[in-house]
T-cell receptor, first 114, second 113 residues
Framework: DADVTQTPRNRITKTGKRIMLECSQT?????MYWYRQDPGLGLQLIYY???????NKGEISDGYSVSRQAQAKFSLSLESAIPNQTALYFC?????????????FGPGTRLTVL | GDSVTQMEGPVTLSEEAFLNINCTYT??????LFWYVQYPGEGLQLLLK?????DKGSNKGFEATYRKETTSFHLEKGSVQVSDSAVYFC????????????FGTGTKLQVIP
Protein backbone atom coordinates (compact mmCIF):
# COMPACT_ATOMS: atom_id res chain seq x y z
CA ASP A 1 0.00 0.00 0.00
CA ALA A 2 1.16 3.52 -0.80
CA ASP A 3 2.45 5.54 2.14
CA VAL A 4 1.24 8.87 0.75
CA THR A 5 -2.04 8.87 -1.12
CA GLN A 6 -3.79 11.63 -2.99
CA THR A 7 -7.38 11.89 -4.14
CA PRO A 8 -8.55 12.44 -6.76
CA ARG A 9 -5.82 11.45 -9.21
CA ASN A 10 -7.37 13.43 -11.99
CA ARG A 11 -9.91 16.24 -11.95
CA ILE A 12 -11.40 18.46 -14.62
CA THR A 13 -13.37 21.44 -13.42
CA LYS A 14 -14.65 24.79 -14.59
CA THR A 15 -13.53 28.30 -13.77
CA GLY A 16 -15.03 29.56 -10.52
CA LYS A 17 -15.66 26.15 -8.98
CA ARG A 18 -14.38 25.21 -5.54
CA ILE A 19 -12.05 22.24 -5.55
CA MET A 20 -10.51 20.23 -2.73
CA LEU A 21 -7.53 17.94 -3.13
CA GLU A 22 -6.87 15.50 -0.33
CA CYS A 23 -3.71 13.91 0.96
CA SER A 24 -3.32 11.13 3.51
CA GLN A 25 -0.21 9.48 4.84
CA THR A 26 0.55 6.39 6.87
CA UNK A 27 4.22 7.18 7.47
CA UNK A 28 3.64 8.83 10.83
CA UNK A 29 5.39 11.99 9.68
CA UNK A 30 4.50 15.29 11.28
CA UNK A 31 5.43 17.51 8.34
CA MET A 32 3.32 17.77 5.21
CA TYR A 33 3.62 19.89 2.07
CA TRP A 34 1.70 20.83 -1.05
CA TYR A 35 3.52 21.57 -4.30
CA ARG A 36 2.47 22.30 -7.82
CA GLN A 37 4.44 21.21 -10.84
CA ASP A 38 4.36 23.06 -14.12
CA PRO A 39 6.39 22.11 -17.20
CA GLY A 40 9.78 23.80 -17.14
CA LEU A 41 9.29 25.26 -13.67
CA GLY A 42 10.05 22.35 -11.41
CA LEU A 43 8.11 22.20 -8.15
CA GLN A 44 6.81 25.24 -6.33
CA LEU A 45 5.78 25.12 -2.68
CA ILE A 46 2.20 26.21 -2.01
CA TYR A 47 1.74 25.52 1.72
CA TYR A 48 3.43 23.48 4.40
CA UNK A 49 2.54 22.28 7.87
CA UNK A 50 4.93 21.15 10.58
CA UNK A 51 2.16 19.84 12.82
CA UNK A 52 -1.61 20.01 13.14
CA UNK A 53 -1.56 23.53 14.59
CA UNK A 54 1.17 24.90 12.34
CA UNK A 55 0.28 26.09 8.81
CA ASN A 56 2.57 28.23 6.70
CA LYS A 57 2.43 29.84 3.28
CA GLY A 58 4.90 28.79 0.66
CA GLU A 59 6.07 30.57 -2.47
CA ILE A 60 2.76 30.63 -4.33
CA SER A 61 -0.09 30.49 -1.81
CA ASP A 62 -2.38 33.06 -3.44
CA GLY A 63 -5.62 31.46 -4.57
CA TYR A 64 -5.11 28.41 -2.34
CA SER A 65 -5.97 27.43 1.22
CA VAL A 66 -5.20 24.35 3.29
CA SER A 67 -6.53 22.42 6.23
CA ARG A 68 -4.62 20.01 8.45
CA GLN A 69 -7.44 17.90 9.81
CA ALA A 70 -5.17 15.44 11.58
CA GLN A 71 -1.53 14.49 11.60
CA ALA A 72 -2.18 12.15 8.70
CA LYS A 73 -4.38 14.42 6.55
CA PHE A 74 -3.63 17.65 4.72
CA SER A 75 -6.11 19.10 2.23
CA LEU A 76 -5.59 21.76 -0.40
CA SER A 77 -8.49 23.91 -1.57
CA LEU A 78 -8.95 26.17 -4.53
CA GLU A 79 -11.82 28.45 -3.49
CA SER A 80 -12.51 29.68 -7.01
CA ALA A 81 -10.49 27.81 -9.60
CA ILE A 82 -8.96 29.63 -12.55
CA PRO A 83 -7.33 28.21 -15.70
CA ASN A 84 -3.76 29.10 -14.67
CA GLN A 85 -4.16 26.74 -11.74
CA THR A 86 -4.12 23.88 -14.21
CA ALA A 87 -1.13 21.84 -13.06
CA LEU A 88 0.06 18.66 -11.41
CA TYR A 89 -0.25 18.86 -7.63
CA PHE A 90 1.87 16.84 -5.23
CA CYS A 91 1.58 16.23 -1.54
CA UNK A 92 4.73 15.32 0.37
CA UNK A 93 5.66 14.38 3.92
CA UNK A 94 8.82 14.36 5.97
CA UNK A 95 9.95 13.45 9.44
CA UNK A 96 10.38 16.35 11.80
CA UNK A 97 13.21 14.97 13.86
CA UNK A 98 16.71 16.01 12.97
CA UNK A 99 17.84 17.71 9.80
CA UNK A 100 18.36 16.81 6.17
CA UNK A 101 15.36 14.55 6.00
CA UNK A 102 14.04 13.52 2.62
CA UNK A 103 10.53 14.21 1.50
CA UNK A 104 8.18 11.42 0.41
CA PHE A 105 5.79 12.27 -2.38
CA GLY A 106 2.32 11.13 -3.28
CA PRO A 107 1.46 10.09 -6.85
CA GLY A 108 0.05 13.49 -7.76
CA THR A 109 -3.29 14.96 -8.78
CA ARG A 110 -3.65 16.26 -12.31
CA LEU A 111 -6.02 19.23 -12.22
CA THR A 112 -7.44 20.88 -15.32
CA VAL A 113 -9.43 24.09 -15.00
CA LEU A 114 -11.43 24.95 -18.10
CA GLY B 1 17.76 33.03 -1.73
CA ASP B 2 18.53 29.42 -2.46
CA SER B 3 18.46 28.22 -6.05
CA VAL B 4 19.23 25.13 -8.09
CA THR B 5 20.21 25.14 -11.74
CA GLN B 6 20.28 21.97 -13.76
CA MET B 7 20.88 21.30 -17.41
CA GLU B 8 17.90 21.55 -19.66
CA GLY B 9 16.62 18.51 -21.41
CA PRO B 10 15.50 16.48 -22.92
CA VAL B 11 18.53 14.24 -22.94
CA THR B 12 18.37 11.30 -25.33
CA LEU B 13 20.87 8.47 -24.97
CA SER B 14 21.30 5.02 -26.36
CA GLU B 15 21.19 2.10 -23.97
CA GLU B 16 24.52 1.52 -22.18
CA ALA B 17 25.69 5.10 -22.81
CA PHE B 18 27.25 7.24 -20.09
CA LEU B 19 24.95 9.72 -18.36
CA ASN B 20 25.87 13.07 -16.87
CA ILE B 21 23.31 15.63 -15.73
CA ASN B 22 24.81 18.83 -14.40
CA CYS B 23 23.48 20.51 -11.28
CA THR B 24 24.79 23.62 -9.55
CA TYR B 25 23.37 25.40 -6.57
CA THR B 26 23.37 28.66 -4.65
CA UNK B 27 22.70 28.51 -0.95
CA UNK B 28 23.73 29.96 2.36
CA UNK B 29 25.22 27.69 4.95
CA UNK B 30 25.66 24.00 4.37
CA UNK B 31 22.70 22.48 2.57
CA UNK B 32 21.98 18.83 1.94
CA LEU B 33 21.73 17.89 -1.72
CA PHE B 34 19.41 15.42 -3.37
CA TRP B 35 18.53 13.85 -6.67
CA TYR B 36 14.90 12.85 -7.09
CA VAL B 37 13.52 10.81 -9.99
CA GLN B 38 10.01 10.98 -11.41
CA TYR B 39 8.87 8.08 -13.56
CA PRO B 40 5.95 8.65 -15.92
CA GLY B 41 2.67 9.03 -14.06
CA GLU B 42 4.27 8.90 -10.64
CA GLY B 43 5.38 11.23 -7.90
CA LEU B 44 8.99 12.07 -7.14
CA GLN B 45 11.09 9.57 -5.24
CA LEU B 46 14.47 10.03 -3.71
CA LEU B 47 17.29 8.61 -5.80
CA LEU B 48 20.30 9.62 -3.71
CA LYS B 49 21.49 12.27 -1.31
CA UNK B 50 24.62 13.80 0.25
CA UNK B 51 24.65 15.80 3.43
CA UNK B 52 28.14 17.34 3.53
CA UNK B 53 31.00 18.35 1.30
CA UNK B 54 32.82 15.52 -0.52
CA ASP B 55 30.09 13.01 0.33
CA LYS B 56 29.14 10.74 -2.53
CA GLY B 57 25.55 9.59 -2.82
CA SER B 58 24.87 6.45 -4.80
CA ASN B 59 21.93 4.23 -5.67
CA LYS B 60 20.96 1.91 -8.55
CA GLY B 61 24.23 2.66 -10.35
CA PHE B 62 23.75 6.44 -10.13
CA GLU B 63 26.30 8.58 -8.31
CA ALA B 64 26.71 12.22 -7.38
CA THR B 65 29.43 13.93 -5.35
CA TYR B 66 28.83 17.01 -3.21
CA ARG B 67 31.42 19.54 -4.43
CA LYS B 68 31.37 22.61 -2.24
CA GLU B 69 34.22 24.34 -4.09
CA THR B 70 32.25 24.29 -7.34
CA THR B 71 28.78 24.27 -5.70
CA SER B 72 27.86 21.29 -7.82
CA PHE B 73 26.16 17.92 -7.49
CA HIS B 74 26.31 16.34 -10.94
CA LEU B 75 24.47 13.07 -11.52
CA GLU B 76 26.30 10.28 -13.33
CA LYS B 77 25.66 6.71 -14.40
CA GLY B 78 28.10 4.57 -16.31
CA SER B 79 25.60 2.62 -18.38
CA VAL B 80 21.98 3.67 -18.68
CA GLN B 81 19.06 1.37 -19.34
CA VAL B 82 15.71 1.97 -20.99
CA SER B 83 14.13 1.71 -17.55
CA ASP B 84 16.09 4.81 -16.46
CA SER B 85 13.92 6.98 -18.71
CA ALA B 86 12.40 9.54 -16.36
CA VAL B 87 12.65 13.13 -15.21
CA TYR B 88 15.47 13.86 -12.77
CA PHE B 89 15.32 16.71 -10.27
CA CYS B 90 18.24 18.14 -8.35
CA UNK B 91 17.26 19.67 -5.02
CA UNK B 92 18.72 21.19 -1.90
CA UNK B 93 17.51 21.36 1.67
CA UNK B 94 18.83 24.15 3.82
CA UNK B 95 18.85 23.41 7.50
CA UNK B 96 18.07 26.98 8.42
CA UNK B 97 14.61 28.42 8.73
CA UNK B 98 11.82 26.01 7.91
CA UNK B 99 13.94 23.52 5.98
CA UNK B 100 12.53 24.45 2.63
CA UNK B 101 13.45 22.16 -0.23
CA UNK B 102 14.40 24.01 -3.41
CA PHE B 103 14.05 22.04 -6.63
CA GLY B 104 15.64 22.49 -10.01
CA THR B 105 13.41 22.52 -13.06
CA GLY B 106 14.05 18.88 -13.92
CA THR B 107 15.85 17.13 -16.77
CA LYS B 108 14.00 14.61 -18.87
CA LEU B 109 16.03 11.58 -19.85
CA GLN B 110 15.00 9.27 -22.64
CA VAL B 111 16.98 6.09 -23.20
CA ILE B 112 16.45 4.34 -26.50
CA PRO B 113 17.25 0.67 -27.17
Amino acid sequence: DADVTQTPRNRITKTGKRIMLECSQTKGHDRMYWYRQDPGLGLQLIYYSFDVKDINKGEISDGYSVSRQAQAKFSLSLESAIPNQTALYFCATSHGQGSYNEQFFGPGTRLTVL
Amino acid sequence: GDSVTQMEGPVTLSEEAFLNINCTYTATGYPSLFWYVQYPGEGLQLLLKATKADDKGSNKGFEATYRKETTSFHLEKGSVQVSDSAVYFCALLNSGGYQKVTFGTGTKLQVIP
